[in-house]
């Protein structure tokens, strides 16, 4: 059986309010996601900006205080992803 709107919004509510950003982010995630899948699915689907915008990306860091300068935070996040695999080999 599906996990109900009742039960989430039951977990959301024992979040302290501060950590309901952090929901936030994952839900535009998880839409992200989504509409790549969709995307993915149809390959002559073009997405306009209008499209993006829809995807609530823009400002998705707006009201964060946890992450200082967004550009340098890309930035970091970018660099650490690819650099990841870059690990010494055990062998």
């Known amino acids: 059986m599906g996990v109900t709107e009742k039960e989430i919004l ?7 309010p501060s950590r309901w950003v952090e929901v936030q982010d994952f839900i535009a995630y998880l ?3 989504l ?3 969709s995307a993915q ?7 306009t900006g209008l499209d993006l915008y829809n995807l609530a ?5 707006a009201d964060r205080q946890d992450i200082g ?5 890309a930035r ?3 660099y650490e992803a690819e650099h990841q695999w870059r690990t010494p080999d055990a062998a």
């Open 41 to 47: 699915k149809d390959h002559t689907q073009i997405m």
């Open 57 to 61: 990306l823009v400002g998705l860091w």
């Open 31 to 33: 839409k992200q996601r």
């Open 35 to 37: 509409a790549k899948e």
């Open 69 to 73: 300068d967004s550009l340098e935070f």
């Open 10 to 16: 039951e977990e959301l509510r024992g979040l302290a």
């Open 76 to 78: 970091k996040l970018r």
